[in-house]
Each structure stands twice: as structure tokens, then as C-alpha cells.
């Protein structure tokens, strides 16, 4: 079987008597990837000088979602960016780029999304509701599993072939989005409001929701990338 990335999550632990971090998927992500007829792996926050040999062996990469990005990033001072970890960052970008190199196929989903973008020199807005004039709540935490807002998807994008709508119902647990897009990325999908949903390059696809919480309505989107995934 097709073996797919998944760059780890890094969270301070709760409830442990432990101090270190740890390097997690969520199991909706996994479940994902494996209802979808691939082998999920974990690749722990490394140094990114190990990005490209880390994914020796791997037919695609899932950046999941997860922190807010350090503005720095993207030349930014942080205005409502929250919990960011720079080496995080730094080697999830190493990730993408190596996985652009190797002609891998890359999904990036809410904050894998606009890690994608941030890699390919694109910004974000740090907080919609206080940056980016929107009547849409994006971020209703309180309801992840079932679509909240609506999205309008451009008849010409790939996700369009894939879900065979122009319009979807998505969850929406994000509070930044993209501002100016990243070298070679399309917006191919926005929310009423504008708000950019999805993003497609050459081997990239990026999505704002969470498909895997909505795995039932969403699944296309997996089986299209591990379809996609190279055979390694
Ligand atoms: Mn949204």
C-alpha cells in the first residue's frame, strides 16, 4: 500500500507529569487515510535539514491542521497571532518544499493550507474578525463535524471535478485565512464573504475545513489524493 505522510502536530502536554512536547495526529486524519486505502505516518517536528531523506519512501504529504504560523513568516509582526513555534514552521515548509521537488502529491488542510501558501511566499490575515471585514463566523468550534458556512467553487478547479458541485457546506474552525496567494497557488473555492477555502498548484491541494471531521461527505478529497499519491 501507498504509504502518506502526515506531519505530526506538536502540542505542549496537559495532565502529564512529563515537560516535552508531543508530535500527534488526530485519529480522524489517520482514519482518513487508511478508509481511503493508504498507510498513514507519523513524521515527528525534526530539524529541516531532514525534510526531503524524512520522506524517503512516502507517495504523498498531509500537512494537518494545528497552530497559528509566526507572522515573521511571511514578514509580518504579529497582531493576532497566537501559540506559533517558529522551528514548526520552518520545518513543515522544508516538508513542502521537499515534496515539490519529488513531484509528491500534497494536501494541506486549515492550517496545512496556509502553511502551503506562507511556503510559497503568500500572507495571511492573522485574524478575520479583526482584519477582514466578514457577517460569516469561522470559527465554530462548537459544531466540527457538520458544514456551517457555505463555499462557492470554481467550475474549473480540480476540487470541483472532485466533489462534482459548485457549492459545498464545510465546518469552519479557522480565525486567519489568506490574504495574498503564494507563487503558483489559485484560490479555486471562497466562503460568501470572500474568505479564500481552497487552493490548488501543481500537485498541491488545499483546503480551509476539515474533510476528515466530515469524512462521510468529504471522502472524495482523500481518495483523490491517495489516488494521486505517487506509487513510491
Ligand atoms: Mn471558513
Redesign the pocket.
Known amino acids: 500500500m501507498k504509504k502518506i505522510a502526515i506531519a505530526s502536530f506538536r502540542r505542549s502536554p496537559s495532565g502529564s507529569a512529563f515537560i516535552y512536547k508531543q508530535d500527534i495526529a488526530n485519529e480522524a486524519y489517520t482514519d482518513a487515510i487508511i478508509n481511503s486505502g493508504a498507510i498513514p505516518l507519523i513524521v515527528p517536528h525534526l530539524d529541516m535539514e531532514y525534510a526531503e531523506e524524512a520522506l524517503d519512501g512516502f507517495s504523498g504529504l498531509l500537512i494537518p491542521g494545528g497552530h497559528d504560523i509566526d507572522p515573521a513568516i511571511y514578514g509580518e509582526k504579529a497582531t493576532y497571532s497566537r501559540n506559533y513555534e517558529k522551528s514548526e514552521d520552518l520545518f513543515q515548509i522544508a516538508l513542502v518544499k521537499a515534496a515539490m521537488k519529488l513531484n509528491m502529491p500534497i494536501l494541506g488542510i486549515c492550517r496545512g493550507m496556509q502553511l502551503i501558501n506562507t511556503a510559497l511566499g503568500g500572507t495571511l490575515y492573522q485574524d478575520i474578525e479583526n482584519e477582514y471585514m466578514s457577517n460569516i463566523c ?1 470559527t465554530a468550534t462548537s459544531t466540527p463535524y457538520r458544514g456551517v ?1 457555505r463555499i462557492t467553487i470554481d467550475k474549473s478547479s480540480k476540487l470541483y471535478e472532485i466533489l462534482d458541485n459548485d457549492h459545498a457546506m ?1 465546518n ?1 474552525l ?1 480565525h486567519q485565512s489568506i490574504k495574498d496567494l503564494g507563487t503558483g497557488l489559485n484560490a479555486v473555492a471562497a ?1 460568501d464573504d470572500g ?1 479564500v ?1 481552497a487552493i490548488e498548484g501543481n500537485g498541491i491541494l488545499g483546503v ?2 476539515h474533510p476528515e471531521a466530515m469524512y462521510s461527505e468529504m471522502a472524495m478529497i482523500f481518495r483523490y489524493f491517495v489516488n494521486e499519491a505517487n506509487n513510491a
Open positions: 469561522h458556512h464545510v469552519s479557522h466562503a474568505v477555502e480551509q475545513w
